[in-house]
């Protein structure tokens, strides 16, 4: 008895001396980073004081726009070329868009950059003058990492919740017929697609749900540029076609172009309380979603073809 809890005693005394080292390590690197941030940051500030208008563009424009065609050009280059060969391995809808139909593709490029300078753009006006009202925006201090999670957080919590009902609005017959079917003609879907859409539907499912976060938050420009090119590369996740290991599934919204009336949603948790994936959560493509790391490729993983046959 007394040695088990002399092993014991011992165990808890080591365990909690690692905690105490690692939880000292991570807060080192935690300051240190925040502190590089902060100056980098203030450097930025001081090279364009008084200059409100640029940094807000460059910062709610030009850095998420270059994060989503940085990202895209990598998977396009896939798209069209099929290279590196392996990357075809992992495609869900196995045999489309292999490769993608260069025609098709450049109208997606033409109406996503169409929707980038005509609409989006033209959202950040009014949306400067919300930042500028809450007066946080071109702060000099950064926002702390933990203060920029939660708002990450709730970011999220808005645009699952937004998404999910306008996205379920413009299924409506009418407005699908007139507004969504844009969308849906990828029924197999490409990363650039995530924003090829009809002018309504941009405005209302892809730019309001995620511009909503930060003016409600009264975001600084830093967590605003960080937030939009994280969305921006989801959603092209979302729509890339491949379930690639080391980046999160994109099996939901991939199963939503290719049934149309299931997963509506982000997150799921919407579809879920509402009912909406009841389909997807029977077929094989919410096995695949659920394992987290998918490091063998699909066309190994599950012996069906074509997979298009759910
Ligand atoms: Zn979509
Ligand atoms: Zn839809």
New binding site residues.
Partial sequence: MKITACVLGTGLLIFTALVNSVSGYVQNIWETLGHFWQTSWLKFYYLFEGKEWTIFLLGAALVPGLAFWGFNGILMVADVTGKPTFITRYRIQLGKNDPVDTKKLRQAIYTVLCNQFFISLPMMVPMFYVMKWWGNTFSKELPTFHWFLVELSIFTLIEEILFYYTHRFVHLPLLYKHIHKK??E?TA?IGV??IY?HPVEHILSNTLPVMTGPMIMGSHIVSIAAWFSLALVT?SI??CGYHLPFLPSPEF?DF??FKFNQCYGVLGVLDYLHGTDTVFRQSKAYQRHRVLLSLTPLSESIPEAPRRAE
Avoid: K
């Fill in positions: 969308h849906h990828w879907p697609v995530s859409a959603t979302s729509h919204h939503h172009h």
